[in-house]
């Protein structure tokens, strides 16, 4: 089990359509993206009548450095078309592994670490692209201890 949460574990995750907005973003910039794209994707997806089918999330392609690739936004129901800064898409049905983590974000880096660890336990190798679910509101969570994030790390 990491620190912060729970035992990595492999799952298979299923195809989800998504509506995201996607850019390169500084991290020490990612919080204000973050709120910016979460209030762009549900202004476009409740225009055109689709709905949430899910917390928030950020797909990030390639390892965080002083930038990051990113996409942010909602796993959603209903017809939805891309639209001005918003895009649709899918996560992909991909093997994974998953694990829970409790706490700051800024800690997020020790159950990444955990599900590394897993994974070359079992002989596999980290992908890529990487997911989280933001499963908690820090509007009305705002102790960082209680936060979850489900962490999602695709097998190459």
Not at 96 to 103: L, Q
Not at 129 to 143: A, C, N, R, T
């Amino acid at each position: 089990m990491n620190d912060n949460g729970q035992q990595p574990h492999r799952v298979h995750i299923t195809e989800q359509t998504v509506a995201v907005v996607r850019e390169r973003v500084p991290m020490d910039s990612l919080t204000g993206f973050f709120d910016r794209a979460f209030g762009a994707v549900m202004a476009a997806v409740q225009t055109q009548g689709a709905r949430p089918a899910g917390p928030p999330f950020a797909l990030y392609h390639g390892m965080p450095g002083a930038s990051v690739d990113v996409e942010a936004g909602f796993p959603i129901q209903g017809n939805f078309h891309g639209t001005g800064e918003v895009a649709s898409g899918v996560l992909p049905d991909t093997d994974a592994f998953e694990a829970i983590h409790t706490g700051p974000y800024d800690q997020l880096g020790t159950t990444y670490d955990a599900i590394r660890e897993h994974m070359q336990a079992e002989g596999a190798t980290p992908g890529n692209d990487m997911w989280e679910y933001y499963l908690s509101d820090p509007l009305k969570q705002p102790d960082p201890a209680t936060w979850q994030t489900r962490v999602i790390w695709p097998v190459a």
